[in-house]
């Protein structure tokens, strides 16, 4: 099993940065599959940045260009850098790994974006 828990959610205005993070309880080094997906209230949950264990990065259209997806193998924890944040309100930010074909996901961290 794998156990994640997401950090860094913020009020932030609009146009600003953050960094979140997700910790994850076991090594990532073998996992292929780690994502971040963001879910508005009353929308569905999206994908927005993706890495695999190569290292190999994919992004949503709406985010390619402010988001930046990282992996840190030796802190057991990925990141997502969000800048140019626009002002969309409040939106949960789930981490996701898949390992061995089960999905785990973290509780969600907040993210607010208000001026």
């Known amino acids: 099993q794998v156990q994640l828990v997401e950090s860094g959610g913020v009020l932030v205005q609009p146009g600003g940065s953050l960094r979140l993070s997700c910790a994850a309880s076991?090594?990532?080094?073998?996992?292929?599959?780690m994502g971040w997906y963001r879910q508005a209230p009353g929308k569905e949950r999206e994908l927005v940045a993706s890495i695999s264990s190569a290292g190999i990065t994919t992004y949503a259209n709406s985010v390619k260009g402010r988001f930046t997806i990282s992996r840190d193998n030796a802190q057991n924890t990925v990141y997502l850098q969000i800048n140019s944040l626009k002002p969309e309100g409040t939106t949960v930010y789930y981490c996701k790994a898949v390992r061995r074909s089960y999905d785990y996901w973290g509780p969600g961290t907040q993210v607010t974006v208000s001026s």
């Open positions: 076991r090594t990532i080094a073998s996992i292929n599959f």
